[in-house]
């Protein structure tokens, strides 16, 4: 069902089921999947492709086809750039912008205001909070968590797979890095499996995080050590 005022380009499918708020604004060439749910004023761009179904290879161990994953849906005010790709199951807050080619995957949420930069990906069974900034190419596993106003630099990568695919023990412990609130993680960072940020760390510029980073301090180096405090004035509480 489209808002009678809804513009729709050249080109673009709806699927049935779909529901489109007032106010938006459909792109060439889109392509909107059955029972996907769009607020009111959002901007689709060309080629984007909403509520596509996951893929299950024969020998993934992550990904999951499961029939029952909820419609996609997409907060009031949000952007979703051109050939992006979100998955069925996924939640965007309100106002979110999803930048050219990235892709956001099922069971995935996305909070508020939050900027997930052009061609990032964020796996299957994330979370990413409110007021985040995912720049450029950044990588997020699955089983990952990002809270509220984190900083994700460009290129940044993340594992969850401490075995690198060998042995069905790796199956039971699976786990992605936990990024607490406040966090900045330099362009370029790498973040081992089960890794967490504490809130206001920082992760710098082409560190490999083997281990915990510790709240309001700095961690440089391969492998990433400890050095110094975040200088005062950087913490949110300072006005950051």
């Given amino acids: 069902m489209l808002a009678p005022d809804v513009a729709v380009g050249h080109f673009s499918v709806v699927a049935r089921g779909a529901r489109i708020g007032a106010g938006c604004t459909i792109g060439h060439h889109v392509v909107i999947h059955e029972d996907v749910e769009i607020g009111e004023g959002v901007r689709v761009d060309d080629h984007a492709v909403l509520g596509k179904r996951p893929m299950r290879a024969a020998r993934s161990a992550t990904t999951s086809g499961a029939p029952d994953l909820a ?87 993340t594992s969850n797979d401490a075995f690198m695919g060998r042995t069905e023990e790796r199956k039971e412990r699976f786990g992605g890095p936990t990024v607490r609130q406040s966090a900045r993680l330099g362009v370029g960072a790498v973040l081992l499996p089960g890794v967490e940020v504490a809130p206001e760390a920082v992760v710098g510029a082409g560190a490999v995080l083997t281990r915990g980073a510790s709240g309001g301090r700095v961690h440089v180096g391969v492998p990433a050590r400890e050095t110094r405090d975040v200088a005062p004035e950087q913490l949110r509480e300072n006005g950051g």
């Avoid at 990906?121 to 990952?144: M, Q």
């Fill in 71 to 157: 419609p996609l849906a997409i907060g009031a005010d949000s952007i979703i750039g051109t050939g992006a790709v979100l998955y069925r199951g996924c939640e965007i807050g309100k106002r979110v912008l999803v930048a050219d080619y990235a892709t956001v995957r099922e069971r995935v949420v996305v909070g508020a205001e939050t900027i997930v930069g052009r061609g990032v990906a964020i796996e299957n069974d994330s979370t990413v909070g409110a007021r985040c900034k995912l720049e450029t190419n950044a990588y997020i596993t699955a089983f990952t968590t990002v809270e509220d106003d984190v900083f994700v630099a460009p290129g940044v990568l």
